[in-house]
């Protein structure tokens, strides 16, 4: 085991001897910072830093604009890395996010604004308007991607002609983004890039039919904006001095930046303590993206018409997937709640959720009026109205539709990656902040009839923390061995599937017959 030299030569060690990572793990209502290091064939971690985020609307002209305080979050990396790194040093770090979303730098290198949301509302009809020009079945051929109104192909056809993209010279996807402030720089990982609609699926490169369809019919120089492809596993580069207020990044100075999974579903799918390769996923958290791994695309017309994505992954796989609308509507529901007055304790309301009858009232999670932030309880209960059933009244009713949605939601991704891959699945595994929600892991195994093995919680950290450990020789081995770190370091839960399948067809029926 190795470990890289921290500032001024010190060894980048814990106390005990052992090399410490930094995982820099950003997701849509936190960010942390975990610190991970590796002994006797275990990943212990540890988390040193975390940090709200959220969406921040701000007046631009007639209307408001949905952003992301990328510069807060900065904030909160620097002082996470300069924390793991005390007193020793560290020996890689490397950072994952969401997808999709970007920041735009001018001739000097300056951010010219904070990144927009991808549940901004600018977005609204673009898909049609690439569509228009190259049509879908055409764009799926090459990018193989799911359509979803903030793919980062259609946020620059909704953003052409506006001043920033005019004055824009370089575009970084978020984590890229983080990693140029820290390092100086730039370069797009692979596995987030792959989200953009912007990436041949295939050859793994940057898509000319992509680029080509921005400039002449959009105006966009996609092109001259865009950096070098990395696959996951490249040392970027190490980070510099100043690149943060107050105390800077400290004994962090001098560490390698690793290009990890930068999706944080990627770093997650290689968390997945999986011991056949015959597994489906499900990655939970406010999103909850559902599939398979695959060593190739799958492109047909079938997959198209079912929205399937194919996201390049780690060691040149591919994530066969499904995006399904996840813990938001919990989220959003919880929210509103409390701005009105009522702290509703979690815990106590899916305990509660859990003593109601199963199915009795289902909604279409990825409707796309639980998108954008609102009164999602109002937005069931209209939902519920239009399609004949009793809407929830209670805040447990309303807990108990969103999880048996989501469960119901996840059984039928879970079939259809198999069925359109030529997969066999065995197990179901999930991981994030989902697998905390036995309610939801339970019926998940009820609705698709598998076993269901729930956890790693931070799924996404410890993948980010094993591709960076290999990259820096800490580890070595393929997926499997990673995985197999994973299982030996994780407890888990494992739910067995009960009861019948009728109810849950029937519930399919009342929603999508």
């Known amino acids: 085991m190795s470990a890289a030299s921290g500032p001024g030569g010190r060894s980048a060690r814990a106390a005990g001897g052992t090399a410490v990572h930094a995982a820099v793990d950003l997701g849509a209502s936190s960010g942390r910072v975990i610190a991970g290091r590796i002994e006797d064939g275990r990943l212990r971690t540890e988390e040193v830093a975390r940090f709200p985020n959220g969406p921040v609307t701000v007046p631009a002209g007639n209307r408001a604009t949905l952003h992301w305080d990328v510069l807060s979050l900065y904030a909160g990396v620097v002082e996470g890395?300069?924390?793991?790194?005390?007193?020793?040093?560290?020996?890689?770090?490397?950072?994952?996010?969401w997808a999709v979303d970007y920041g735009l730098l001018d001739a000097d290198g300056a951010l010219l604004g904070n990144p927009v949301h991808y549940r901004d509302a600018r977005t609204d009809g673009a898909s049609e308007r690439v569509f228009a020009h190259l049509p879908a079945e055409e764009l799926y051929a090459v990018n193989g991607l799911q359509v979803q109104p903030f793919n980062t192909v259609f946020q620059l056809a909704a953003a052409s002609g506006d001043a920033q993209s005019a004055a824009a010279r370089d575009l970084l996807l978020v984590p890229d983004l983080l990693g140029y402030w820290l390092t100086g720089e730039r370069v797009a990982e692979l596995t987030n890039a792959s989200t953009t609609g912007l990436v041949d699926v295939h050859a793994r490169r940057w898509a000319d039919r992509c680029l080509d369809l921005l400039r002449e019919r959009f105006g966009v120089p996609a092109r001259d904006l865009l950096p070098e492809l990395v696959e996951p596993g490249t040392v970027v580069g190490a980070i510099r001095a100043g690149t943060g207020t107050g105390a800077g990044t400290g004994a962090a100075?001098?560490?390698?930046?690793?290009?990890?999974?930068?999706?944080?579903?990627?770093?997650?799918?290689?968390?997945?303590?999986?011991?056949?390769?015959?597994?489906?996923?499900?990655?939970?958290?406010?999103?909850?993206?559902?599939?398979?791994?695959?060593?190739?695309?799958?492109?047909?017309?079938?997959?198209?018409?079912?929205?399937?994505?194919?996201?390049?992954?780690?060691?040149?796989?591919?994530?066969?997937?499904?995006?399904?609308?996840?813990?938001?509507?919990?989220?959003?529901?919880?929210?509103?709640?409390?701005?009105?007055?009522?702290?509703?304790?979690?815990?106590?309301?899916?305990?509660?959720?859990?003593?109601?009858?199963?199915?009795?009232?289902?909604?279409?999670?990825?409707?796309?009026?639980?998108?954008?932030?609102?009164?999602?309880?109002?937005?069931?209960?209209?939902?519920?109205?239009?399609?004949?059933?009793?809407?929830?009244?209670?805040?447990?009713?309303?807990?108990?539709?969103?999880?048996?949605?989501?469960?119901?939601?996840?059984?039928?991704?879970?079939?259809?990656?198999?069925?359109?891959?030529?997969?066999?699945?065995?197990?179901?595994?999930?991981?994030?902040?989902?697998?905390?929600?036995?309610?939801?892991?339970?019926?998940?195994?009820?609705?698709?009839?598998?076993?269901?093995?729930?956890?790693?919680?931070?799924?996404?950290?410890?993948?980010?923390?094993?591709?960076?450990?290999?990259?820096?020789?800490?580890?070595?081995?393929?997926?499997?061995?990673?995985?197999?770190?994973?299982?030996?370091?994780?407890?888990?839960?494992?739910?067995?599937?009960?009861?019948?399948?009728?109810?849950?067809?029937?519930?399919?029926r009342r929603l999508w017959s």
């Open 81 to 97: 890395l300069r924390r793991a790194a005390e007193p020793h040093g560290l020996a890689s770090a490397g950072v994952d996010s």
């Open 253 to 508: 100075e001098g560490t390698p930046l690793v290009a990890v999974g930068s999706h944080d579903t990627a770093s997650a799918v290689v968390a997945v303590p999986a011991a056949t390769p015959r597994f489906a996923y499900v990655s939970s958290g406010t999103w909850s993206l559902v599939g398979v791994e695959l060593d190739a695309p799958v492109r047909t017309e079938a997959s198209r018409a079912a929205n399937f994505t194919n996201e390049l992954g780690v060691d040149g796989t591919v994530r066969y997937l499904r995006n399904v609308t996840g813990l938001w509507l919990l989220q959003e529901s919880l929210r509103v709640w409390r701005e009105r007055g009522r702290e509703v304790d979690l815990p106590d309301l899916l305990a509660r959720a859990a003593g109601l009858p199963a199915l009795a009232c289902v909604v279409d999670v990825d409707d796309p009026r639980f998108l954008p932030p609102g009164d999602m309880p109002a937005r069931i209960a209209a939902f519920a109205a239009e399609t004949g059933q009793r809407p929830p009244e209670t805040d447990a009713e309303v807990a108990r539709c969103v999880v048996d949605s989501l469960a119901l939601a996840y059984r039928g991704a879970v079939r259809q990656a198999a069925e359109l891959s030529g997969t066999d699945v065995e197990v179901v595994h999930v991981v994030g902040g989902g697998s905390r929600n036995e309610l939801l892991c339970r019926l998940t195994a009820d609705a698709v009839g598998l076993p269901v093995v729930a956890g790693p919680v931070e799924g996404a950290a410890i993948g980010n923390l094993l591709v960076q450990a290999r990259a820096v020789g800490a580890v070595e081995g393929g997926l499997a061995d990673l995985r197999r770190i994973v299982a030996d370091s994780t407890e888990v839960r494992r739910y067995e599937p009960s009861g019948p399948q009728a109810p849950w067809e029937a519930a399919e």
